[in-house]
C-alpha cells in the first residue's frame, strides 16, 4: 500500500517516535511505501511531501518535535481546500493516511472521512492530554516531567528567599499537567480550567501556610485557568486567526493578586514551549512506538475512521467520532480528594 503520514497541531515529544513506528512496520512487515506530508494538512493540499524509509528514520527515536513539520488549521478553511485534499489522495495514488494529532486534527480527519469517505486513521497526541477516548496521550509524560524538574528546582530558590513562586504551564482547556505536575512537585496550591478559583481563598491558604513557619509555597497554575466570578477583574481577551484565545498572563495576575493581598512577596514563572520541546521521556517512546505500530495495522485492517487509543494498559481502535467537538477534563475526584488534600 501507498500510505500518506502527517502530524498537526502543537509540536509534542513522541511524534518522531510514533512516525518511525508507522514506517518500520509499514516497510518490513507490508512492503509499504511511506510518504510524509509537511506542514500539516497545507502538505497535503498542496503536494509538499518526503518519502519515508527505515534507513532515513534512524537516530529519530529520541528526537522531540516532528521531522515533517506541523501547523495549525485545516482544508476547510481554505474555499477549495477539501477538494485540493481529495484530489491528493487520487494524484499521488494514496491507499491511505494517517494523521497523528490533538482534537483539531482528528476532529478534521473526521470530517473528511464522513463526509468523502477517505481512508483515514488517526494517532491522538498532546502535551495536554485532553483527547476524548484514550486515557493517555503521548507527550503529556515528558511535559509533566519537565514541569515537575522545574517546581523541584523552584522550591530551594523559594525558600532561600521566602517567595511564592506562581508556576504557569500549559493547559488550555484541561488541568492534566498542572494537576500532575503540582502533585508530583509538593505545590501548596493547583489552579485549573476545570475549577474556578477565588483568590481570596489562596491567600488564606497562603496565610495559614506562613502562620505555620512555612515562608516558601509554590502556586501551580494552568494556562487556562479562571478566577470566580467577582474575585479578579476579568482580562482582555485577545483572539489567534483561528479563533482561540491567546492564552498566557494568568499567573503574573495571580502573582500581583497575592502580593496586594498578603504582602508575600511574588515571582512569575513561565515554562511555556519548553514543556513541548526536547527528548521525549523512555515512557512516551514506547507509547508513541505501539500507538504508530498499531496504527499501520489499522491501516491493513482497513479500519478507517477509527484512532488509536490507550485503554488500560491495551492500545485498541476507538471510532474518531468520539473525540469531535469534545475535551476530556481533569477527574475531579483526582483534583478534589487527592491534589487538595495537600494544599498549603
Same mark, same amino acid.
Given at each position: 500500500m501507498r500510505v500518506g503520514i502527517l502530524t498537526g497541531g502543537g509540536d509534542c515529544p513522541g511524534l518522531n517516535a510514533a512516525i518511525r513506528a508507522v514506517v518500520r512496520k509499514g516497510e518490513v512487515a507490508y512492503g509499504d511505501q511511506l510518504i510524509g506530508f509537511l506542514d500539516a494538512w497545507d502538505g497535503v493540499r498542496e503536494r509538499r511531501y518526503i518519502h519515508l524509509d $527505515?534507513?532515513?528514520? /534512524?537516530?529519530?527515536?529520541?528526537?522531540?518535535?516532528?521531522?515533517?513539520?506541523? /501547523?495549525? %488549521?485545516?482544508?476547510?478553511?481554505?474555499?477549495? %481546500?477539501?477538494?485540493?485534499?481529495?484530489?491528493?489522495?487520487s494524484e499521488l495514488e494514496l491507499d491511505a493516511l494517517i494523521v497523528i494529532g490533538g482534537n483539531?486534527?482528528?476532529? $478534521?480527519?473526521? !470530517?473528511?472521512?464522513? @463526509?468523502?469517505?477517505?481512508? =483515514?486513521?488517526?494517532?491522538?497526541?498532546?502535551?495536554?492530554?485532553?483527547?476524548?477516548?484514550?486515557?493517555?496521550?503521548?507527550?503529556?509524560?515528558?511535559?509533566? !516531567? =519537565?514541569?515537575?524538574d522545574a517546581i523541584d528546582r523552584l522550591h530551594t530558590t523559594a525558600e532561600s528567599h521566602d517567595r511564592v513562586m506562581v508556576v504557569e504551564v500549559m493547559g488550555r482547556h484541561a488541568g492534566w499537567i498542572a494537576t500532575h505536575a503540582g502533585i508530583a512537585g509538593g505545590a501548596t496550591v493547583i489552579l485549573i480550567p476545570e475549577q474556578p478559583f477565588d483568590i481570596d481563598e489562596v491567600c488564606s491558604i497562603l496565610k495559614q501556610r506562613h502562620g505555620r513557619g512555612r515562608y516558601a509555597s509554590i502556586v501551580v497554575v494552568a494556562e487556562g485557568a479562571e478566577p470566580a466570578s467577582g474575585t479578579l477583574p476579568p482580562s482582555e481577551k485577545i483572539y489567534d486567526k483561528f479563533g482561540h484565545v491567546r492564552l498566557g498572563g494568568i499567573a503574573e495576575t495571580v502573582a500581583h493578586a497575592i502580593e496586594a493581598r498578603?504582602?508575600? @512577596?511574588? /515571582?512569575?514563572?513561565? *515554562?511555556?514551549?519548553? !514543556?513541548?520541546?526536547?527528548?521525549?521521556?523512555?515512557?512516551?517512546?514506547?507509547?508513541?512506538?505501539?500507538?504508530?505500530? @498499531?496504527?499501520?495495522?489499522?491501516?491493513?485492517? /482497513?479500519?478507517?475512521? !477509527?484512532?488509536?487509543?490507550?485503554?488500560?494498559?491495551?492500545?485498541?481502535?476507538?471510532? *474518531?467520532?468520539?473525540? $469531535?467537538?469534545?475535551?476530556?477534563? $481533569?477527574?475531579?475526584?483526582?483534583?478534589?480528594?487527592?491534589?487538595?488534600?495537600?494544599?498549603?
Amino acid at each position: 500500500m501507498r500510505v500518506g503520514i502527517l502530524t498537526g497541531g502543537g509540536d509534542c515529544p513522541g511524534l518522531n517516535a510514533a512516525i518511525r513506528a508507522v514506517v518500520r512496520k509499514g516497510e518490513v512487515a507490508y512492503g509499504d511505501q511511506l510518504i510524509g506530508f509537511l506542514d500539516a494538512w497545507d502538505g497535503v493540499r498542496e503536494r509538499r511531501y518526503i518519502h519515508l524509509d $527505515v534507513s532515513s528514520l /534512524r537516530g529519530m527515536l529520541p528526537k522531540g518535535g516532528t521531522l515533517l513539520g506541523t /501547523r495549525r %488549521g485545516s482544508p476547510y478553511d481554505h474555499a477549495d %481546500g477539501p477538494r485540493q485534499v481529495i484530489d491528493a489522495f487520487s494524484e499521488l495514488e494514496l491507499d491511505a493516511l494517517i494523521v497523528i494529532g490533538g482534537n483539531g486534527s482528528l476532529s $478534521v480527519a473526521c !470530517q473528511l472521512h464522513a @463526509e468523502f469517505g477517505l481512508p =483515514i486513521v488517526g494517532v491522538p497526541k498532546t502535551i495536554d492530554n485532553d483527547v476524548v477516548g484514550t486515557d493517555v496521550t503521548f507527550g503529556f509524560n515528558t511535559a509533566v !516531567q =519537565i514541569a515537575t524538574d522545574a517546581i523541584d528546582r523552584l522550591h530551594t530558590t523559594a525558600e532561600s528567599h521566602d517567595r511564592v513562586m506562581v508556576v504557569e504551564v500549559m493547559g488550555r482547556h484541561a488541568g492534566w499537567i498542572a494537576t500532575h505536575a503540582g502533585i508530583a512537585g509538593g505545590a501548596t496550591v493547583i489552579l485549573i480550567p476545570e475549577q474556578p478559583f477565588d483568590i481570596d481563598e489562596v491567600c488564606s491558604i497562603l496565610k495559614q501556610r506562613h502562620g505555620r513557619g512555612r515562608y516558601a509555597s509554590i502556586v501551580v497554575v494552568a494556562e487556562g485557568a479562571e478566577p470566580a466570578s467577582g474575585t479578579l477583574p476579568p482580562s482582555e481577551k485577545i483572539y489567534d486567526k483561528f479563533g482561540h484565545v491567546r492564552l498566557g498572563g494568568i499567573a503574573e495576575t495571580v502573582a500581583h493578586a497575592i502580593e496586594a493581598r498578603t504582602g508575600f @512577596e511574588s /515571582r512569575v514563572v513561565l *515554562l511555556g514551549h519548553i !514543556q513541548r520541546g526536547g527528548t521525549p521521556t523512555a515512557y512516551d517512546r514506547v507509547l508513541s512506538t505501539r500507538y504508530g505500530v @498499531e496504527a499501520i495495522d489499522a491501516v491493513h485492517a /482497513r479500519a478507517w475512521g !477509527q484512532m488509536t487509543v490507550l485503554r488500560g494498559n491495551d492500545i485498541v481502535l476507538a471510532p *474518531l467520532a468520539e473525540t $469531535v467537538g469534545r475535551t476530556r477534563p $481533569v477527574d475531579l475526584h483526582l483534583y478534589r480528594d487527592v491534589a487538595s488534600v495537600f494544599f498549603g
